[in-house]
Structure formats: C-alpha cells, structure tokens
Nanobody, 124 residues
Framework: QVQLVESGGGLVQAGGSLRLSCAAS????????MAWFRQAPGKEREFVAA????????YYADSVKGRFTISRDDAKNTVSLQMNNLEPEDTAVYYC?????????????????WGQGTQVTVSS
C-alpha cells in the first residue's frame, strides 16, 4: 500500500497558476504509475493526467492539454501537477493516485491508492 498526501491547492483567479504536489510514503514509489484525478461538486471523478513509472509516458485529459504538466521526482517520492492558465471549470478537489502499471491509467477504477484530496478553486 502506498500512502499519498496532496498539497498545493488554493484559490486563484482565472488565468493564474498553481502547482500541486503529492508525497508518497513508500520506497517502491519509483515503480508505480501516478495520476491526478479531480471531482467537482455533483460530478463524477474525472481523469486529469498520468505518468508512467519512469516518466517516459504521460497522458492528459483533452480539457487540460497544453495547460497542465505532470512530472515526478523519484528521489523525493513526489509527483507534481503544474497548472497554468487556470479556468473556473478547473475548480474541483484534486486527488493523487498510484497503481503498479500505466495501463488503464485514465480510469479511476484501476487505482487502489488514493490521497485525501486538495481543493482548487478558480474564480472568474
């Protein structure tokens, strides 16, 4: 089991930037694919971005392509999500997740390790 703790959320104006971080508790973090999901009030949890164990493969939701960047630092057991040009539609609770393989990373059902979430609010 990998314990995950997100940080970096907050309130920002439209067009602004935030950087989310997710710290993992387990040394084998380096072998896990990591992802970010988000959930807005009244909506289902949706995929945002994913990165393979070695950083060689990344996936993004169409709604964030060109604005968000996922990265990982295995020396620090962290994965980050740089969010630029934020829009009010990006407002949600953002969750970090981990799984052993990048396969199926766009679906929340394949992940069994989740953080508690961090709130991102974008004002217009």
């Amino acid at each position: 089991q990998v314990q995950l703790v997100e940080s970096g959320g907050g309130l920002v104006q439209a067009g602004g930037s935030l950087r989310l971080s997710c710290a993992a508790s387990r040394r084998t973090f380096a072998s896990y694919a990591m992802a970010w999901f988000r959930q807005a009030p009244g909506k289902e949890r949706e995929f945002v971005a994913a990165i393979s164990w070695n950083g060689g493969i990344t996936y993004y939701a169409d709604s964030v392509k060109g604005r968000f960047t996922i990265s990982r630092d295995d020396a620090k057991n962290t994965v980050s999500l740089q969010m630029n040009n934020l829009e009010p539609e990006d407002t949600a609770v953002y969750y970090c997740a981990a799984k052993p393989t990048i396969a199926g990373a766009m679906s929340a059902y394949g992940f069994n390790n989740w953080g508690q979430g961090t709130q991102v609010t974008v004002s217009s």
